[in-house]
């Protein structure tokens, strides 16, 4: 059927020359032309150095060569380094203290602000606005929030007589004060998420609900959140595989400090394979920090899949 | 349980727009009551300002004489089924029916009983434990009544139900949703677009066009003395024929007469008429297919519809108005004769510039 589906060319053609026929469903190679930057540099940017590093990661390697292949002895010596280890620790803890933060403040601001009012529009641009900020200026703002004794902190503290707690300095409430930041700054995306889900759920079914009898928190519990719960997954996913790859905020406001209780893999990474060099070392923990994402992102997944369950 | 519905002088403004205008209307209990209008009349407006879905801007509305309109939707005893059927997608029927049973605190074992009974009644007991997803349009649409049915309601309220269902599903389920108030016998309001529902389903139908109502009535109250020249027009397929004809009040009845002098004995009262300009009106089957000359007036025969147990046959005057006129199933009529027409007198209908309507004296 598609073969014979032609388009003629409606100037005619001279005299005996022959005229192919144009399939419009034929493949079009030249058609890949547009697809080629994006493979281009996807391959080269990130397939190349996967396999690159995992290459790396079995081999003694540093910046000028790539040394001899040392077979899983980077990972041997991984397991066994009580700074890794703890950075490991570190990052579960500050995964455990933003992905939920994030999942719930996100989903109660996104309950409050859906609504179709000049002052809800307003907040839903002022909490998405933290988004666009870079790490660096989020950083320097917690840190002035922070900063003992004339920081926004200690001066509302103050008026109370109080004394702020320490958030960078205290070794207890270091990896906290760097989460507050985290979740402040990363807000806007789960918010926004959740507002685009929530405005999917069709109206008619609230006004069933209605006259059902729902009160508020029926309603929350039995029509609201089973119907954005694939969103709810899709923002804890998005959010474990964020923030385990934290760095920019505990490089910038505690160097990974105080006694490396707030550094995290990524920052071990780097210390391992551009301070000290150890590149095979560095591509180790980077396969490391890769597994313990996939899994956790797959294991979320796993767990809140509903099987059957149809919209 | 069954109620009667009282609305008196209700408005309704969407910012600058009315849609509903000093409506006033009583519902009896156990009827079958259907909204039947145009698009945009307001007529599903006034179905959810009973429902307590829209909130009511003037006058009140009352069940068993019990103002409703300050009470949340689900305190009125009322149930509703949405065109959308609006079932709650990640729960099973069970749950769907038993949701709002629930949430009023109505023990395990009676909701149990009541959905039972209500899949029982719509023939579903073998749904109960699908989800929405897995159902077909049809079977959505029973367990959006179930739904209703389970909350023994005071009243019934049908938003569209069938416009949704393909043509044979929308003609069964019209039937079984006209079998389910006999059986029921409770208060049902339905608001259709669709005049056959309208006139199949109802006990009196609510005529409802531009913000307004035009006429209550039976249905064959509806359809054979119309109140206006917009419910002769709605009500009805085809739609009923106009010409636009003077009067004659000479005798006891009227006699009208066309532009091209064709003039029509009818049997309407000369002494209820006004002069002034008026439309003659006559259905399609009030108008006979004569042979030529033989008929009131000629025409020459445009389309023809075969319908099978009649024949619509869409002839042009020889000023160029359209008459339609009914003929037997195997009419022997083709398209391009000239055919006469001959009009039903004692059928036909009189409007006014206002659009009222006069008929015949009634036998």
């Known amino acids: 059927m598609a073969d014979q589906m032609t388009i003629r060319e409606t100037a005619a053609p001279a005299v005996g020359v022959r005229v192919p026929s144009a399939n419009i469903y034929a493949p079009q190679w030249r058609n890949f032309v547009f697809v080629a930057p994006f493979l281009f540099f996807f391959t080269t940017l990130l397939i190349l150095p996967l396999f690159w590093g995992m290459w790396l990661s079995v081999h003694k390697a540093d910046t000028f060569s790539t040394g001899r292949f040392v077979g899983l002895d980077n990972y041997v010596r991984l397991v066994h380094d009580k700074v890794f280890l703890q950075s490991v620790w570190n990052t579960f803890y500050f995964v455990l203290l933003t992905v939920p933060a994030l999942a719930l403040i996100g989903l109660f601001l996104a309950l409050c602000l859906n609504r179709r009012t000049r002052t809800a529009a307003v907040l839903r641009t002022l909490f998405f606005s933290s988004s666009v900020l870079s790490v660096t200026i989020v950083t320097l703002i917690w840190r002035i929030v922070y900063i003992p004794n004339v920081g926004l902190l200690s001066t509302i503290y103050g008026w109370f007589g109080a004394t702020a707690p320490a958030f960078i300095s205290d070794p207890s409430l270091a990896m906290i004060g760097i989460a507050i930041a985290t979740i402040w700054w990363c807000i806007g995306l789960p918010m926004m998420l959740f507002l685009s889900a929530l405005q999917q759920i069709p109206q008619d079914i609230y006004e069933a609900a209605a006259l059902d009898n729902a009160n508020r928190w029926q309603t929350l519990r039995s029509i609201t959140l089973p119907s954005i719960k694939r969103t709810f997954i899709l923002v804890i996913i998005i959010q474990i595989v964020l923030q385990f790859q934290l760095f920019g905020q505990a490089w910038l406001m505690t160097r990974g400090g105080p006694n490396n209780l707030t550094k995290p893999i990524v920052l071990y990474i780097y210390d391992t394979a551009f301070r000290r060099w150890d590149l095979g070392m560095g591509a180790a923990a980077s396969e490391m920090l890769f597994v313990l994402i996939l899994i956790a992102a797959m294991a979320q997944y796993l767990v809140t899949r509903n099987k059957g369950d149809q919209a | ?363």
């Open chain 2, 1 to 363: 349980m069954t109620a009667n519905i009282e609305i008196r002088n209700v408005s309704k403004q969407f910012g600058a727009m009315t849609v509903l205008d000093d409506l006033s209307l009583s519902i009896r209990a156990r009827e079958f009551i259907v909204f039947l209008g145009p698009s945009g009349c307001g007529k599903s407006t006034l179905l959810r300002m009973i429902a307590g879905l829209e909130t009511v801007d003037g006058g009140e509305i009352a069940i068993n004489g019990e103002r409703i309109d300050h009470l949340p939707p689900g305190k009125r005893g009322i149930a509703m089924v949405f065109q959308s059927y609006a079932l709650y997608p990640h729960m099973t029927v069970r749950d769907n029916m038993a949701f709002g049973l629930d949430n009023i605190g109505v023990a395990r074992d009676v909701i149990d009983a009541r959905i039972a009974e209500a899949a029982r009644i719509l023939e579903m007991p073998q749904l109960l434990d699908r989800k929405p997803g897995q159902l077909s349009g049809g079977q959505r649409q029973r367990v959006a009544i179930g739904r209703a049915i389970v909350k023994e309601p005071k009243a019934f309220l049908f938003d569209e139900p069938l416009s949704n269902l393909d043509a044979a599903l929308r003609t069964r389920t019209r039937i079984e949703l006209a079998q389910l108030h006999q059986r029921l016998q409770s208060t049902m309001i339905f608001v259709t677009h669709d005049q056959v529902e309208a006139m199949t389903l109802a006990d009196r139908i609510v005529v409802m066009n531009n913000r307004r109502i035009e006429q209550i009535g039976s249905p064959m109250e509806i359809y054979e003395r119309p109140a206006t020249k917009f419910v002769a027009g709605f009500v009805g397929a085809p739609a009923m024929n106009f010409v636009d004809a003077a009067i004659d009040r000479s005798g006891d009845v009227i006699t009208v007469t066309f532009a091209d002098s064709t003039t029509i004995a009818t049997d309407i009262a000369s002494n209820q008429v006004v002069d002034g300009a008026h439309t003659f009106g006559v259905r399609a089957e009030d108008v006979r297919i004569a042979p030529t000359g033989q008929g009131n007036v000629d025409g020459k025969v445009d389309v023809l519809e075969r319908l099978g147990e009649r024949t619509l046959v869409y002839t042009r005057l020889s000023d160029g108005q359209i008459i339609v006129a009914s003929d037997a199933g195997n009419s022997r009529v083709a398209v391009g004769d000239t055919v006469g027409l001959a009009f039903d007198g004692r059928k036909s209908h009189l409007f006014d510039e206002t659009g009222r309507a006069w008929h015949a004296r009634r036998a």
